[in-house]
């Protein structure tokens, strides 16, 4: 059965923006130089997030409605939103459950079993997780989507305010690509600021879910292709209001292939002293491949930080799996 979910509107954007104040301190964003880019580049590190990623804006402003209801919450996650919701219904005192595929990465199961939650491993891609949490749902608990949700979405728009108040609006913002709900965020939340922002979203070519629902016009599946960005990878949830959201507010979507995503993480380890995930890695991998129509000083949204120690040894050493 397709869920229906709404759009959040300003208003929701404004209270998700109060909670996530109260509840998050900003995160940084600082200027470096990348091969081949002119100029500086900005990096968001979100990757300085309490849980490691950009995830636990939208699931503090979610767990925040489920506590007004009394009710426990379920999602599914590669990771980074079941370490998100975790940590949100901690502060906030309520149960949840998170469901993870069985292929997930396994720094970010470790990070989940530190957390008190129920934590369930089912299925072998994200889209089983998925099915198996909208099932248990139904026995009572409020469903927190990683992306499609409206208030989950409205939590991720709180980046685009930081980013303006940090770096201003006249940037170039290169976000990542997965289910849609950062770049839907994003691109509502500076719908409200005004200013000449470019967007530009980037997908891991392996898993082009959001580009092929905004081509066709509709939610469509595809392959999906192992990927070091395993937080971008996935199918839709059918009726997903992401492409929607993303369709004539952003300037474009761009693929990485698994080679550009490699160098990245290689990059931004050894030049910038940043540890990046697969995930996080890619609108570097976009800019240092030109991939990214400029029009202001580009700022990179570096999503997360977790990414198993001996993958990332491979890659430092050459290695992309």
């Keep these: 059965m397709t869920r229906h979910v709404e759009l959040p509107s300003a208003a929701d954007i404004e209270a998700a923006r109060q909670l996530v104040v109260e509840q998050l301190a900003p995160t940084p964003t600082v200027p470096v130089h990348l091969p081949g880019v002119d100029g500086e580049v900005w990096l968001k590190l979100e990757s300085f997030q ?20 009394g009710r426990p919450v379920v999602t599914a996650s590669a990771g980074n939103h079941g370490l998100g919701v975790a940590y949100a219904a901690g502060r906030l005192g309520v149960p949840a459950t998170v469901v993870v595929p069985t292929t997930a990465s396994p720094a970010k199961v470790d990070a989940l079993r530190r957390l008190d939650v129920e934590l369930v491993l089912h299925g072998d891609g994200y889209e089983h997780a998925e099915r198996h949490a909208l099932d248990r749902a139904e026995q009572g608990a409020v469903f927190v989507s990683a992306y499609n949700d409206r208030r989950v979405i ?35 939340g500076l719908a409200g600021e005004g200013g000449p922002t470019r967007i530009v979203g980037v997908e891991a070519e392996a898993s082009p879910a959001v580009s092929a629902a905004i081509s066709a016009g509709r939610i469509v599946p595809v392959p999906i292709a192992p990927t070091l960005a395993d937080g ?90």
């Design 154 to 188: 409205a939590g991720q728009a709180t980046l685009a305010h930081e980013v303006v108040e940090q770096v201003g609006r006249a940037v170039t913002l290169v976000v990542p690509v997965g289910g849609g709900g950062l770049l839907a965020g994003v691109a509502l």
């Design 232 to 321: 971008l990878a996935g199918n839709l949830e059918p009726g997903a209001v992401t492409p929607d959201a993303i369709r004539g507010r952003v300037h474009g979507i761009v693929p990485v292939d698994e080679e550009a995503i490699a160098d990245a993480i290689r990059l931004l380890a050894t030049e910038c002293g940043v540890v990046a995930e697969g995930a996080a890695a890619v609108g570097v991998a976009a800019l240092v491949r030109g991939a990214v129509p400029l029009d202001g000083p580009p700022v990179a949204v570096i999503t997360g930080r977790h990414i198993a120690p001996d993958l990332l040894a491979r890659v430092l050493t050459g290695g992309r799996s």
């Design 50 to 69: 309490p849980t490691g990623s950009f995830k636990v804006r939208g699931a503090l402003v979610a767990v925040a409605a489920a506590a007004e209801s």
